[in-house]
């Protein structure tokens, strides 16, 4: 299993990065609907149609949220830790993720890329 630890800026203040992780209507409008999800911790969230579930387990309104996520057909979740930080204008956004399968973490690692950061930067940039 492999591990994963990548980070992106966001020209945008913290509390519209983190509505656009937990607020199903932002995680909508950039596209890893459809959806469920919330800020609270238990919940049981799906992105994309449910491609990608699992549950919120650690909720720092903000700051920091941790969830368990599972994809297709794995037997364990990956942990993941989105962490951010306001600097000046903008917000900086980090991840580590654990226990990805090894065969899998080239497209995982694209994916945060492709289909999460960069489309939630676009969108909060434009905005």
């Known amino acids: 299993m492999a591990n ?12 519209k990065v983190w509505q ?7 995680i909508d409008e950039w596209g890893a609907g ?5 800020d609270q911790v238990g919940t049981e969230f799906e992105l994309w149609g449910g491609q990608i ?8 309104p903000h700051e920091r949220l941790t969830q368990e996520w599972y994809g297709g057909e794995w037997k364990e979740p990956s942990n993941l830790v989105i962490s951010l930080m306001e600097e000046g ?6 991840i ?9 973490l080239e497209d ?4 945060w890329d492709e289909y999460y950061f960069d489309p939630i930067k676009e969108y909060l940039e434009e905005k």
Not at 34 to 38: A, N, Q, S, V
Not at 108 to 111: A, E, H, V, Y
């Open 4 to 15: 994963l630890h990548l980070s992106w800026r966001i020209k945008s203040p913290v509390e």
């Open 20 to 26: 656009a992780l937990v607020d199903p209507t932002e």
């Open 34 to 38: 459809p959806c469920e999800m919330d």
């Open 96 to 104: 580590d993720q654990e226990n990805i399968p090894d065969d899998e």
């Open 108 to 111: 995982i690692k694209k994916g």
């Open 53 to 60: 579930y699992g549950k919120n387990l650690e909720v720092v």
């Open 89 to 94: 204008q903008g917000t900086t956004v980090a």
